[in-house]
C-alpha cells in the first residue's frame, strides 16, 4: 500500500505513517518500499487483482488520459495486463479505426463494445490474479507481428533496470510484446518509481516514453529516480490529476499534462529530448520536472 492510502485509513498524517513503517520494518513485520510498504518477501511477492484496482486511483486515471492521447486513428499498438493500462483501454475505446492487440482480458472487455476498434487476442494460460492469458501460447501467437507502439505497465520501474515485475511468466510474455513495437511507452504512478522487482521486462534503453504522475513534495527518490531516466533519454510526461487541458506560450497540451521550462534535459540521437511530449497532432511542448530540478540543485549546494 502506498503512504497516501495508508495515511487515509487510518486518518493520521504521512509523517506518522511513515515513522510507524520504519518500526514495523525493524520488526520485520514488513518491507519498505519507494513511497509505500509490502509484506515481507515483496520482490516475489504479487499483489491480486483487487489490491491493485484500488491503489492510486486518480494517479491511474490522469496517466490513462495522457496515453490515450497518444494514440492516433488508424493505428495498430499492443496493451498489456495491468490496472493502468486498462483505465488506457477504457478510452481508446472512443478511437476509431483502432486495431489493438493484448493478452489481457481486462483490456479486451474494456474494448468489447467499441465497435470501431477491431481486438485482436493472444493464446496461452490464463493468470487469475491479473487476468492475463500467459506462456509459450502466447509468446508464439505474438511471433512475427509488428504494431507503431507498445503501452506496457509493471511493479517496478529504475533508471538501472528499467521495467520489472514479480511474476516470470508475465514478465516473459512482456518482452514479446515489446518485440512487436517500434516503441515502447511505459505507464508507472510515482509508487512505483524506484521500485525494483524480480524480472526485468523492459531494459531502460528500449522505453522511448514513460507516463507518470508529479510525485508529492517529501518523495525526493522519486524525483530522482525521474531525473536519472530523463538523463537515459527516456521521453518523460508527467499527467496532473486536476482536469482541463494546458498551454504553454501558444502549445496545447492534452487534458491532465503539465508542461515544464525551467529544466533543459538531454537529448539522444534518434529520440526527441527527454521530458517533452508529442501529441496526437505531432507538434512538441517542452516539459520537464521542476521538482527533480530543485533536488539537483540541492545536492550540488
Do not use: C, W
Not at 519507494?34 to 515481507?40: I, Y
Not at 524525483?223 to 531516466?229: G, I, K, M, R, V
Request: no cysteine.
Amino acid at each position: 500500500m502506498s503512504l497516501r492510502e495508508l495515511a487515509r485509513v487510518v486518518q493520521t498524517s504521512e509523517v506518522t505513517v511513515r515513522r510507524d513503517v520504519r518500526a514495523l520494518e525493524a520488526e520485520g513485520l514488513l518491507d519498505r518500499r519507494h513511497g509505500g510498504a509490502v509484506l515481507p518477501g515483496g520482490f516475489t511477492r504479487e499483489s491480486g487483482f483487487p489490491q491493485k484496482s484500488h491503489l492510486a486511483t486518480a494517479e491511474k486515471t490522469a496517466i490513462a488520459d495522457v496515453a490515450a492521447s497518444l494514440v492516433e486513428e488508424g493505428e495498430a499498438i499492443v496493451v498489456g495486463a495491468g490496472t493502468t493500462t486498462q483505465e488506457l483501454a477504457r478510452r481508446l475505446a472512443r478511437v476509431p479505426g483502432l486495431t489493438v492487440v493484448t493478452n489481457s482480458l481486462l483490456v479486451a472487455q474494456a474494448l468489447a463494445h467499441a465497435n470501431r476498434v477491431e481486438v485482436v487476442m493472444t493464446g496461452g494460460t490464463l493468470r487469475g490474479s491479473n487476468y492475463a492469458l500467459v506462456g509459450s501460447g502466447a509468446e508464439q501467437s505474438l511471433q512475427g507481428l509488428r504494431v507503431s507502439r507498445a503501452f506496457l505497465s509493471g511493479s517496478g520501474l529504475t533508471a538501472e533496470r528499467g521495467l520489472s515485475t514479480s511474476n516470470m511468466l508475465s514478465a516473459s510474455v512482456d518482452r514479446a510484446l515489446v518485440q512487436a513495437a517500434a516503441e515502447v511507452v511505459v505507464l508507472a504512478d510515482h509508487t512505483k518509481l524506484g521500485a525494483d522487482t524480480m524480472f526485468q521486462t523492459v531494459p531502460t534503453d528500449v522505453i522511448t516514453r514513460l507516463v507518470t504522475d508529479e510525485p508529492p513534495a517529501h518523495d525526493e527518490r522519486a524525483a530522482s529516480e525521474l531525473q536519472a531516466l530523463a538523463d537515459q533519454g527516456v521521453q518523460i510526461a508527467v499527467a496532473g490529476t486536476g482536469a482541463g487541458p494546458g498551454s504553454v506560450g501558444g502549445e496545447q497540451h492534452p487534458p491532465g499534462v503539465r508542461p515544464r521550462r525551467d529544466m533543459p534535459l538531454p537529448v539522444q540521437r534518434g529520440r526527441m529530448a527527454a521530458g517533452q511530449f508529442r501529441g496526437p497532432g505531432g507538434g512538441m511542448a517542452a516539459e520537464t520536472l521542476e521538482r527533480t530540478a530543485r533536488v539537483a540543485d540541492m545536492r550540488r549546494r
